[in-house]
């Protein structure tokens, strides 16, 4: 558990996080953009490459196809960084 007595998984604590607006982020430029692929309109970032990964939305989903989403996205990311470190 964690401190604040909700469920921990995989070591890692979201409590102290929160979305950000794109406008709080619309003046800056990106090497990479990654859609989800859940639906959402995604309005124009400046980035030099877009990636959609065609991932399910997991907002609805039971908990188990839940952290199947989560461990689809983990390992999307890590293959992108060992890509993005190799290139």
Known sequence: MGKDGRS???????????????ADIASQDFDIAITMG???????????????WQIPDPKELPPE???EVRD???R???E????LHHN
């Open 65 to 67: 196809q839940f952290r």
């Open 38 to 52: 859940c639906g959402d309109n995604c309005p124009f970032i400046r980035t030099k490459q877009r990636i959609d």
């Open 76 to 78: 999307k990311v890590k």
């Open 8 to 22: 921990v998984e995989v070591s890692y604590v979201l409590t102290s996080h929160h979305s950000k607006s794109l």
């Open 72 to 74: 689809l996205i983990e």
């Open 80 to 83: 992108l960084l060992e890509g």
